[in-house]
T-cell receptor
Framework: AQTVTQSQPEMSVQEAETVTLSCTYD???????LFWYKQPPSRQMILVIR??????QNATENRFSVNFQKAAKSFSLKISDSQLGDTAMYFC??????????????FGKGTKLSVIP | GAGVSQSPSNKVTEKGKDVELRCDPI?????LYWYRQSLGQGLEFLIY????????KSGLPSDRFSAERTGGSVSTLTIQRTQQEDSAVYLC??????????????FGSGTQLSVL
């Protein structure tokens, strides 16, 4: 079974500054996907960024980037130039490669990020 | 529709009553998922549909929980004889199944279920 751990229940950052959210995971799989999802008060989970485990290059999406350390099973999210709209819960998630016949996501418990004006 | 639609948005029920939660996925998405989010917790997988069949229902917590999908589209999650511990947000997601995008899930805004 897979587990995902987010060790920071809450974090805050000043507007325009940079913040890093931590995530570690445990799996015996070699091929998998990792995700960061954002959940604003509207409750809708929004995909922020995804990483394929077989790719060494870290994924980036505009102000969002990850530091993927496969050997250490670490997958942190860096948000640059933080904006007020980034205030939300952030969830790290794991999915075995769909070739395994399952599309089940395993989520961490989340980090509540507050961006301070 | 433009996104995944769930109804009702909020549901308050009495312990012991049955409830039905509805999910309308993005048009053309063959995969549909149900997750449960309890207060202060991450999301917990319940069931996955491919078309009208459910190849993975390993997350359903008890036989009081069931789900069906008809016409490869709308899905209904039914909870019988609700208990207070069933109180949670129930989120639905859908995705295409193809080589390049099958792991990208699109979520609805969920149904907040409160069992009194």
């Amino acid at each position: 079974a897979q587990t995902v751990t987010q060790s920071q229940p809450e974090m805050s950052v000043q507007e325009a500054e940079t913040v890093t959210l931590s995530c570690t995971y445990d799996t015996s799989e070699n091929n998998y996907y990792l995700f960061w999802y954002k959940q604003p008060p509207s409750r809708q989970m929004i995909l922020v960024i995804r990483q394929e485990a077989y790719k060494q290059q870290n994924a980036t999406e505009n102000r969002f980037s990850v530091n993927f350390q496969k050997a250490a099973k670490s997958f942190s999210l860096k948000i640059s130039d933080s904006q007020l709209g980034d205030t939300a819960m952030y969830f790290c998630a794991f999915m075995k490669h769909p070739g395994a016949g399952s599309y089940q996501l395993t989520f961490g418990k989340g980090t509540k990020l507050s961006v301070i004006p | 529709g433009a996104g995944v639609s769930q109804s009702p948005s909020n549901k308050v029920t009495e312990k012991g009553k049955d409830v039905e939660l509805r999910c309308d996925p993005i048009s053309g998405h063959t995969a549909l998922y149900w997750y449960r989010q309890s207060l202060g917790q991450g999301l917990e997988f319940l069931i996955y549909f491919q078309g009208n069949s459910a190849p993975d229902k390993s997350g359903l917590p008890s036989d009081r929980f069931s789900a069906e999908r008809t016409g490869g589209s709308v899905s209904t999650l039914t909870i019988q004889r609700t208990q207070q511990e069933d109180s949670a947000v129930y989120l639905c997601a859908s995705s295409e199944i193809n080589r390049n995008t099958n792991e990208k899930l699109f979520f609805g805004s969920g149904t907040q279920l409160s069992v009194l």
